[in-house]
């Protein structure tokens, strides 16, 4: 059965065992669980990655099985799911465990996969999508947010927070916690401020890195990846990034097919786009046509699924994707 994310508020959890969470809006799933189930069983939530489950399926299914007699209820939440696990939860599904709740989270899943068909056919089975924000859900977080922690902002810099976590939810978080801690001793915070305070993450690294490769600048791209390490979640974030600014050029360039005042379309895109970053995203139009946009796209969705499923090598992955894209934007032997 398919329903909306809002919707789940309106169900009687004891009535449900089985939910499918999935979609690119990571955040927002997790903010799902937090609000509505967390509240009910904090006491007992196991997490499991997917590979694990695949790794040790029949220690999995005993653990699910054979439920502690202390156990009433046991809240399971298994991560980065994908067809591979379908057999399994069908089983476990059919078996019909008695006090047992479990949350699939999915990335994405095609129309096509077995697991999301399953669960959209079965009326005793949820499976919720959950689709990326646009720029007034953003706000509206921010706002809700900022109610919550009795702060204003201006738009200027709500913008720029939005802008800064590329429409991440969990990054817009940490963005504006950071605020609120600065706001403790400080009765207001401009611009500049926000600026300063935002750039102190490692994101911002990773911002500039991105941006000078899609505008084919060399050496700042190689003194960027020479002098960053970047962790696994950074490495995912790498290819998000490279996607959110991907996306916008398309979107700009499509525009453009249309009207050709550059300057007039990015004064009216949403979510804006920050002064500051306006001539490099010129440089990029410049540098990269359609075809080329639309193929890195679809290339960097692949290369997503590639790093999840090898996360120990993901650097070298991310790096090889980076220096490729360079040598062939600039025939250079490196």
Do not use: H
Not at 196 to 214: F, G, P, Q
Not at 263 to 269: K, L, P, R
Not at 289 to 298: A, H, Q, V, Y
């Amino acid at each position: 059965m398919i329903i909306k994310f809002y919707d789940l508020k309106k169900f009687n959890l004891n009535s449900v065992n089985y939910y499918l969470f999935y979609g690119r809006n990571l955040g927002l799933i997790e903010d799902t669980i937090n609000n509505i189930f967390k509240s009910f069983f904090s006491k007992s939530i196991t997490r499991y990655e997917e590979s694990e489950i695949l790794t040790n399926t029949s220690e999995f299914k005993e653990s699910i099985i054979n439920k502690s007699f202390f156990e009433n209820e046991k809240f399971i939440i298994i991560n980065r799911v994908s067809d591979k696990l379908f057999e399994i939860i069908k089983e476990i599904i059919e078996r019909d465990c008695d006090g047992i709740k479990i949350i699939l989270k999915a990335s994405s899943l095609e129309k096509k996969s077995k697991l999301r068909s399953f669960f959209e056919k079965e009326k005793k089975l949820i499976t919720v999508p959950f689709y990326e924000d646009n720029n007034a859900s953003l706000i509206g977080l921010v706002q809700n947010i900022l109610k919550e922690k009795k702060i204003q902002l201006s738009n200027e810099i709500i913008n720029l927070v939005i802008t800064r976590a590329n429409g991440n939810r969990l990054e817009i978080k940490n963005e504006l916690e950071k605020i609120s801690q600065y706001m403790l001793t400080n009765k207001s915070i401009n611009l500049e401020q926000a600026l300063k305070l935002t750039n102190l993450a490692e994101n911002y690294s990773i911002e500039e890195m991105v941006d000078y490769c899609l505008s084919k600048n060399t050496k700042k791209t190689i003194n960027i990846l020479n002098e960053n390490n970047f962790n696994i979640e950074e490495n995912i974030l790498v290819l998000k990034t490279f996607l959110y600014k991907l996306k916008r050029l398309k979107k700009l360039k499509d525009s453009l097919n249309f009207k050709k005042d550059i300057d007039g379309i990015m004064s009216t895109y949403k979510p804006p786009i920050f002064w500051k970053d306006k001539e490099i995203i010129k440089q990029q139009l410049k540098m990269k046509s359609s075809t080329e946009i639309n193929l890195l796209i679809k290339e960097i969705n692949n290369l997503e699924l590639l790093v999840k499923k090898n996360l120990q090598i993901s650097n070298q992955i991310i790096q090889n994707f980076i220096l490729k894209s360079v040598k062939k934007s600039n025939n250079l032997i490196l």
